[in-house]
Nanobody, 115 residues
């Protein structure tokens, strides 16, 4: 299983970005997917999660109402729509796949929110 994130970049406060994560496995629909982020000098933190068949998504308090996680199992993709971005959202965003207590991580994509 390999994961490749894309869609990061530089955006002004209040702006939006859509991150994408493409998986290389044929059994993508069997994986629970999450997004994490890591700000400079800080530990990696969980942002959002979506179960195998979609359905109920969960979010960290600091992104609720601003970020939306979604997935397209036919394309083996998971997305993170980020709106109303703040400077404190700056960091490297990682996609994680989980199945049978095994985690797989992508290489991350940089998001910088700055004026």
């Amino acid at each position: 299983m390999q994961l490749v994130e894309s869609g990061g970049g530089l955006v002004q406060p209040g702006g939006s970005l859509r991150l994408s994560c493409e998986a290389s496995t044929f059994t993508f629909s069997n994986y629970h997917m999450s997004w994490y982020r890591q700000a400079p000098g800080k530990e990696r933190e969980w942002v959002a999660a979506i179960p195998t068949a979609g359905g109920t998504t969960t979010y960290a308090e600091f992104v609720k109402g601003r970020f939306t996680i979604s997935r397209d199992n036919s394309k083996k993709m998971v997305y993170l729509q980020m709106n109303s971005l703040k400077a404190e959202d700056t960091g490297v965003y990682y996609c994680k796949a989980r199945r049978w207590d095994t985690d797989y991580w992508g290489q991350g994509t940089q998001v910088t929110v700055s004026s």
